[in-house]
C-alpha cells in the first residue's frame, strides 16, 4: 500500500467524528483502525458486533480496504423508531423482530433516559431505521464495498456462515448486561484465529456487566496472553498463537 493512502485514510478517521452518529471517540477510531493494520499479515477478517451507525465500522473499513483482501462483517439489530419502548424508571429497552425471530435487547443493561432523547431519539426524525443511516455513511466514505451489515443477532449470523470462515479482529459493542457479553465473548473466540485480536468498547467505566465479563472470561482465561486497556474505554486481548497450551 502507498504511505499517501495511508495518510489519507487517517484523515478520513477525523470526518467520522463529525459526519457519523455515534459514541466512540477518535482515539478509539484511530486504535481499531491500527489493529486492523497490523494484523495484515495473519488470516481472517473482521467481525463488529454492535456498529449503530457506523462510526467504527467505517474506521474498520477504511484500514480493511488499504489491506486487501479482507472483507468487515457489522452485526447489528439495527432497530427502528417502533422497536424501542420507555421502562417504568424512565429509561429504554428495545424489541426487535427480524423474520419469526423477536429479540429483547437492552433490558439488563438498559439506555438512559438521557442519552436516548439527547443522541438516538433525533435520528428518527429523519430515517425510519438505523441501518438506513449506517448504509448512507458508509457509502459515502467509500468502504460501503467491504463492510457488510447483517441485521440480527450474532449466532444467527455465524450460523448462516461457512464453518471454515474466521477472523482475526473481533470488535464487541452490543448489549452491556454481563450475560449478553459472555455470550458474545465465547461466540466470538470460536471464530478468532489463534493470534486474532478481541476488542471490548465502554470497557472498565460504567457498565458493570462489561466489565466482570472482561474479567472472568478474558483476563482470568489462559486463553489470552496480551490484555490491555488501550483508551479510555477500548480494552483489547489476544488469543495465544497455540491456544489451548
Same mark, same amino acid.
Given at each position: 500500500?502507498?504511505?499517501?493512502?495511508?495518510?489519507?485514510?487517517?484523515?478520513?478517521?477525523?470526518?467520522? #467524528? @463529525?459526519?457519523?452518529?455515534?459514541?466512540?471517540?477518535?482515539? @478509539?477510531?484511530?486504535?481499531?483502525?491500527?489493529? #486492523?493494520?497490523?494484523?495484515?499479515?495473519?488470516?481472517?477478517? #473482521?467481525?463488529?458486533?454492535?456498529?449503530?451507525? /457506523?462510526?467504527?465500522?467505517?474506521?474498520?473499513?477504511?484500514?480493511?480496504?488499504?489491506?486487501?483482501?479482507?472483507?468487515?462483517?457489522?452485526?447489528?439489530?439495527?432497530?427502528?423508531?417502533?422497536?424501542?419502548?420507555?421502562?417504568?424508571?424512565?429509561?429504554?429497552?428495545?424489541?426487535?423482530?427480524?423474520?419469526?425471530?423477536?429479540?429483547?435487547?437492552?433490558?439488563? @443493561?438498559?439506555?438512559?433516559?438521557?442519552?436516548?432523547?439527547?443522541?438516538?431519539?433525533?435520528?428518527?426524525?429523519?430515517?425510519?431505521?438505523?441501518?438506513?443511516?449506517?448504509?448512507?455513511?458508509?457509502?459515502?466514505? /467509500?468502504?460501503?464495498?467491504?463492510?457488510?451489515?447483517?441485521?440480527?443477532?450474532?449466532?444467527?449470523?455465524? /450460523?448462516?456462515?461457512?464453518?471454515?470462515?474466521?477472523?482475526?479482529?473481533?470488535?464487541?459493542?452490543?448489549?452491556? /448486561?454481563?450475560?449478553?457479553?459472555?455470550?458474545?465473548?465465547?461466540?466470538?473466540?470460536?471464530?478468532? #484465529?489463534?493470534?486474532?485480536?478481541?476488542?471490548?468498547?465502554?470497557?472498565?467505566?460504567?457498565?458493570?456487566?462489561?466489565?466482570?465479563?472482561?474479567?472472568?472470561?478474558?483476563?482470568?482465561?489462559?486463553?489470552?496472553?496480551?490484555? @490491555?486497556?488501550?483508551?479510555?474505554?477500548?480494552?483489547?486481548?489476544?488469543?495465544?498463537?497455540?491456544?489451548?497450551?
Amino acid at each position: 500500500m502507498k504511505s499517501g493512502e495511508v495518510r489519507a485514510a487517517i484523515d478520513r478517521l477525523g470526518e467520522l #467524528v @463529525q459526519d457519523i452518529p455515534g459514541w466512540s471517540p477518535v482515539d @478509539q477510531l484511530y486504535t481499531l483502525f491500527t489493529m #486492523v493494520m497490523m494484523s495484515a499479515g495473519t488470516e481472517g477478517d #473482521v467481525l463488529e458486533l454492535g456498529s449503530w451507525c /457506523g462510526r467504527s465500522s467505517a474506521a474498520l473499513g477504511l484500514a480493511a480496504r488499504l489491506c486487501g483482501n479482507t472483507k468487515v462483517f457489522c452485526v447489528d439489530l439495527f432497530p427502528e423508531r417502533d422497536d424501542w419502548h420507555q421502562n417504568a424508571d424512565g429509561s429504554y429497552s428495545m424489541t426487535v423482530r427480524v423474520g419469526e425471530e423477536v429479540i429483547r435487547a437492552y433490558h439488563d @443493561q438498559t439506555v438512559w433516559k438521557e442519552p436516548f432523547e439527547r443522541d438516538i431519539a433525533p435520528l428518527y426524525e429523519k430515517h425510519r431505521g438505523i441501518l438506513e443511516i449506517f448504509t448512507q455513511k458508509l457509502s459515502k466514505f /467509500g468502504v460501503d464495498d467491504v463492510v457488510f451489515p447483517y441485521r440480527g443477532t450474532l449466532p444467527a449470523f455465524l /450460523g448462516g456462515r461457512p464453518s471454515d470462515q474466521k477472523y482475526r479482529l473481533a470488535f464487541i459493542d452490543g448489549d452491556h /448486561g454481563y450475560e449478553a457479553v459472555c455470550a458474545d465473548i465465547l461466540m466470538a473466540q470460536k471464530v478468532l #484465529v489463534p493470534g486474532g485480536w478481541i476488542c471490548f468498547d465502554d470497557a472498565f467505566t460504567s457498565y458493570d456487566g462489561v466489565d466482570r465479563a472482561i474479567n472472568e472470561l478474558i483476563c482470568a482465561s489462559a486463553e489470552f496472553d496480551v490484555r @490491555q486497556q488501550m483508551t479510555r474505554k477500548l480494552f483489547i486481548a489476544r488469543r495465544r498463537a497455540n491456544p489451548g497450551r
